[in-house]
């Protein structure tokens, strides 16, 4: 046994830091939880994009649970300025966890007032109050309702509203920064008709009218540094859609698979969930197959496609390539199942980069 000694002595050693690890591991968690809190606050994932136009992905899902996708909410880099189109559930902490300070939010821009579109508002009004100490509610533009919405979030958190100031001070937390205030307009009456709502310092975002039947919707365009983004919010085929997407360098379009619709469909029937397989019947009048969004990507002569708003959820990484498939059929240029937290960067220079940026 003595030509053992020295294994035994190893597995000593190693016993012993084991229990070592074990009985200091509160004080190792404390030093990884400062190392993250310095990571988290001092990233700002502005400042690491190139000079350009960007599409950051900060909700991929739909209605429907999925613990890798918030709700629908795509971020806009113009230069320096930030932009969020559509805030579900999870926008905010998505947005955080990508390294955005919720604080240089400009602008909320609602597609529609489906509540999967809006229900993370409240959460992103009060982070970009709190992280910003702003001094004005954050501005909402979107269709006629979008007052509406705002003002009833207002009231539903303007308790709390009042207890945070009375907590921190109004130094901290400027009473007149708390919640939303919106700015509505009609919706284009007509294809090819646009809303021009933003036009300054050489950024352009223009509203068209999509096909989202019975609710009022739209699409939005985004120029900047000469590149451009379409985003189709929810919609069946559209030809506004494909209309102002002309020659833009992506376009990120909402998707649902019909296989995949008609799987829970059939399931839900055979449980007796009579309306929930309703339901996935009836969604398939306004939203967009992977075909069809390909279809649209390439009679728009776009230099990307970006799907996103996954119908049905995707639990499993390997779904996504259902949608990748179908779009394929119709479209030949670059196609992109987009994740949370993804990136597609279009630097001014020119070309196309994706990266994900979140930090844990």
């Known amino acids: 046994m003595k030509g053992w000694g020295w294994l035994l002595g190893v597995v000593a050693l190693l016993v012993a830091l084991v229990a070592a690890a074990f009985h200091f591991r509160g004080e190792i968690a404390m030093t990884l939880v ?11 994932l502005v400042e690491r994009l190139p000079e350009g136009l960007h599409a950051a992905f900060c909700g991929t899902g739909s209605p429907l649970p999925d613990r890798q996708r918030a709700g629908p909410c795509t971020a806009v880099v113009a230069g320096d300025r930030v932009f969020v189109f559509d805030a579900g559930e999870g926008a905010s902490e998505t947005l955080s966890l990508m390294g955005f300070s919720q604080g240089d939010i400009e602008a909320v821009f609602l597609t529609h007032l489906h509540s999967d579109h809006f229900d993370g508002l409240a959460p992103l009004s009060l982070q ?5 100490t702003a001094t004005q509610p954050l501005l909402v533009f979107g269709p006629v309702g979008a007052a509406r919405v705002a003002a009833g979030l207002n009231e539903a958190y303007g308790i709390d509203s009042s207890y945070r100031t009375a907590h921190h001070g109004p130094e901290i937390m400027p009473p007149g920064g708390a919640g939303l205030r919106a700015e509505e307009f009609n919706v284009p009456a007509t294809d090819g008709e ?9 950024v352009r975002i223009m509203a068209f009218r ?17 590149r451009s983004i379409v985003i189709s919010g929810d919609t069946s085929r559209s030809e506004s859609l494909a209309m102002a997407a002309e020659g833009a360098d992506l376009l990120v379009h909402e998707v649902i698979s019909p296989q995949l619709d008609r799987i829970m469909h059939d399931v839900s029937m055979e449980r ?26 390439a009679e728009a002569n776009v230099g990307a496609l970006a799907l996103t708003h996954f119908l ?6 390997g779904l996504v390539h259902v949608f990748v498939r179908d779009a394929e059929r119709t479209y030949d240029g670059p196609i992109y199942a987009m994740r949370d937290g993804d990136v597609i960067s279009l630097p001014s220079d ?3 980069r994706r990266g994900n940026y979140l930090l844990y």
Request: aromatic share 6%; glycine share 14%.
């Open 34 to 44: 400062e190392r993250a809190a310095r990571a988290g606050l001092d990233a700002d």
């Open 350 to 352: 020119g070309g196309l």
């Open 194 to 202: 646009v809303v021009m709502l933003v036009d300054d310092d050489g």
């Open 312 to 317: 049905p959820q995707t639990p499993i990484p």
């Open 272 to 297: 007796g969930r009579e309306n929930i397989g309703q339901i996935f019947t009836d969604i398939m009048d306004y939203h967009t197959t992977p075909e069809d969004a390909g279809a649209v990507a």
């Open 210 to 226: 999509v096909d989202h039947a019975p609710t009022d919707a739209v699409g939005y365009r985004i120029e900047y540094g000469g």
């Open 128 to 132: 970009h109050w709190a992280t910003g």
